[in-house]
């Protein structure tokens, strides 16, 4: 009588045990969909539904689940926005493939011993992105010495869905910049002597491990600087200044943020005040490059955003669904310096196109899940040191806790920066990173906040 129930119970349990395989699985027809695959949008549901049965709740709980409970609700509602839902498919269908990517990785992330699995498969997917991008990109001619390298590069990866005419050059920088700072600090980290000590790895493997980790980096690195992206490159290298701050303590790190802060205004007053000043600034950029002033894209950006803005001006609750803007700007809002035979893509500005996709209550999710995820960082960053007390990241040495923890905030903060000027909107497919990224941010905070309820428990017992 009982066997029917249990049988359901012990299939749950095994669906339950292997989601990240048979997500991984079905990524590639999340990844590339069809109207007549559209029943692969309930893989993801499917497995919450297995761990709902196998453990009494279908995700884990995080301070992410609020914001992202808002933008999965606008994503539905975008639905009924959207002028044509096959042409949302892709985005909506990148959008369930990343949600599920975050809850699977950020489950993983919270038990120290899968931790690293769980980074080892983010760091692994950043390198093979970045070698497709080198044989499958449809690369710039902005910076002449970049630009002179890249008729060398051939061309193998070319005609797959999306990206017909090869990658988005910088779509390829803005997704490695989620990468790039998570192999600086694990190189840093293996570099040094405190570094291997506390990681524990010793003799031959410290070697091979170095070598891996800075190899694959360097060449992350380089075929991010191929993209020859003006505004990724310009955010890479605002990211260690930004960060420098947590470095630092006491007087020294209130000096440099009152200095950072300052500089800010004094760059913002003079290219407000002086608008000679940001042509200036613009026309040494262009000297380094081969694009002359009057066809420099902050041009036709500027109109891009301001058709943005009229876009969440008629749109606000809803969106216009997404991926419509690409279509929409050209029939509602006509742009002047922007063929209408030229597909834009998105609103070069990542909180402008998520608003444009998910109305203004999906642009307060998007940036609520930064914030948050911040505040995690910043939770991790001020935790205990290991001079007494407990480590908040329980197996994890506060050596290597700072560490990824700026690896890992590094790659959200220049992405953010990045995101400011350019976009990976929401859905797109490299995005999966994002959420790959935010899943070990979680998880990382998860293993704290337990490490601190032991203690806490510990010190009670004691006392």
């Known amino acids: 009588m009982f066997a029917f129930p249990l049988m359901i119970k012990s299939a749950a349990a095994f669906v339950d045990r292997w989601d990240w395989v048979l997500l991984g699985l079905a990524a590639p027809l999340l990844l590339f969909p069809a109207p007549m695959r559209t029943p692969a949008l309930l893989i993801v549901p499917f497995l919450w539904l297995a761990a709902w049965i196998a453990r009494g709740r279908p995700v884990e709980q995080t301070p992410l689940n609020l914001p992202l409970l808002l933008l ?33 990785v950020s489950r993983r992330a919270a038990q120290p011993h899968q931790f690293w699995q769980a980074l080892v498969l983010f760091l692994g997917l950043g390198l093979a992105i970045a070698i497709a991008s080198l044989f499958g990109t449809a690369w710039a001619w902005k910076i002449p010495g970049l630009a002179a390298i890249v008729p060398r590069v051939p061309r193998i990866i070319s005609g797959l869905p999306g990206a017909e005419a090869g990658f988005n050059a910088n779509e390829v920088a803005g997704t490695l910049l989620w990468i790039i700072p998570v192999y600086a600090a694990l190189t840093i980290l293996l570099a040094s002597p405190t570094g291997r000590s506390a990681l524990g790895v010793r003799g031959l493997r410290t070697g091979w491990a170095l070598i891996g980790t800075a190899a694959s ?27 420098l701050p947590a470095a630092l303590r006491g007087r020294a790190r209130r000096i440099v943020i009152a200095l950072l802060i300052i500089l800010a205004l004094a760059l913002y007053v003079a290219a407000v005040i002086w608008p000679a000043v940001a042509l200036y600034l613009i026309g040494v950029v262009n000297g380094l490059t081969r694009i002359d002033l009057a066809t420099e894209p902050i041009q036709g950006r500027l109109e891009t955003w301001s058709r943005a803005i009229y876009g969440i001006q008629d749109f606000p609750f809803t969106g216009m669904g997404m991926n419509a803007f690409r279509r929409v700007v050209h029939v509602l809002y006509p742009l002047f310096l922007v063929s209408p035979d030229t597909d834009i893509g ?70 953010f920066m990045y995101g400011l000027l350019d976009a990976v909107a929401l859905g797109a497919k490299p995005g999966v990173i994002f959420w790959m990224l935010l899943g070990l941010i979680t998880g990382l905070h998860s293993q704290g906040q337990a490490s601190a309820r032991d203690s806490s428990r510990d010190r009670t017992t004691s006392g």
Not at 80 to 90: E, G, K, Q, R
Request: aromatic residues 10%; charged residues 10%; proline residues 4%.
């Open 72 to 104: 999965s609700g606008m994503m539905l509602v975008s639905l009924y926005a959207t002028f044509d839902i096959a042409f949302s498919l892709p985005k909506i269908s990148g959008m369930v493939l990343g949600l599920g990517a975050f809850f699977a």
């Open 217 to 243: 980096g360097l060449l992350i690195l380089a075929v991010f600087l191929l993209a020859q992206s003006r505004g990724a490159i310009f955010a890479l290298a605002l990211t260690p200044v930004l960060l």
């Open 346 to 415: 998105h609103a070069h500005n990542e909180f402008l196109q998520a608003a444009l996709d998910l109305g203004i209550p999906g642009l307060i999710a998007f940036l609520a899940v930064y914030l948050t995820a911040f505040w995690m960082l910043v939770e991790l960053w001020r935790g205990p040191t290991g001079e007494g007390g407990a480590v908040m990241t329980g197996a994890l040495s506060p050596v290597i806790r700072r560490a990824l923890v700026l690896g890992l905030g590094g790659g959200l903060l220049a992405h």
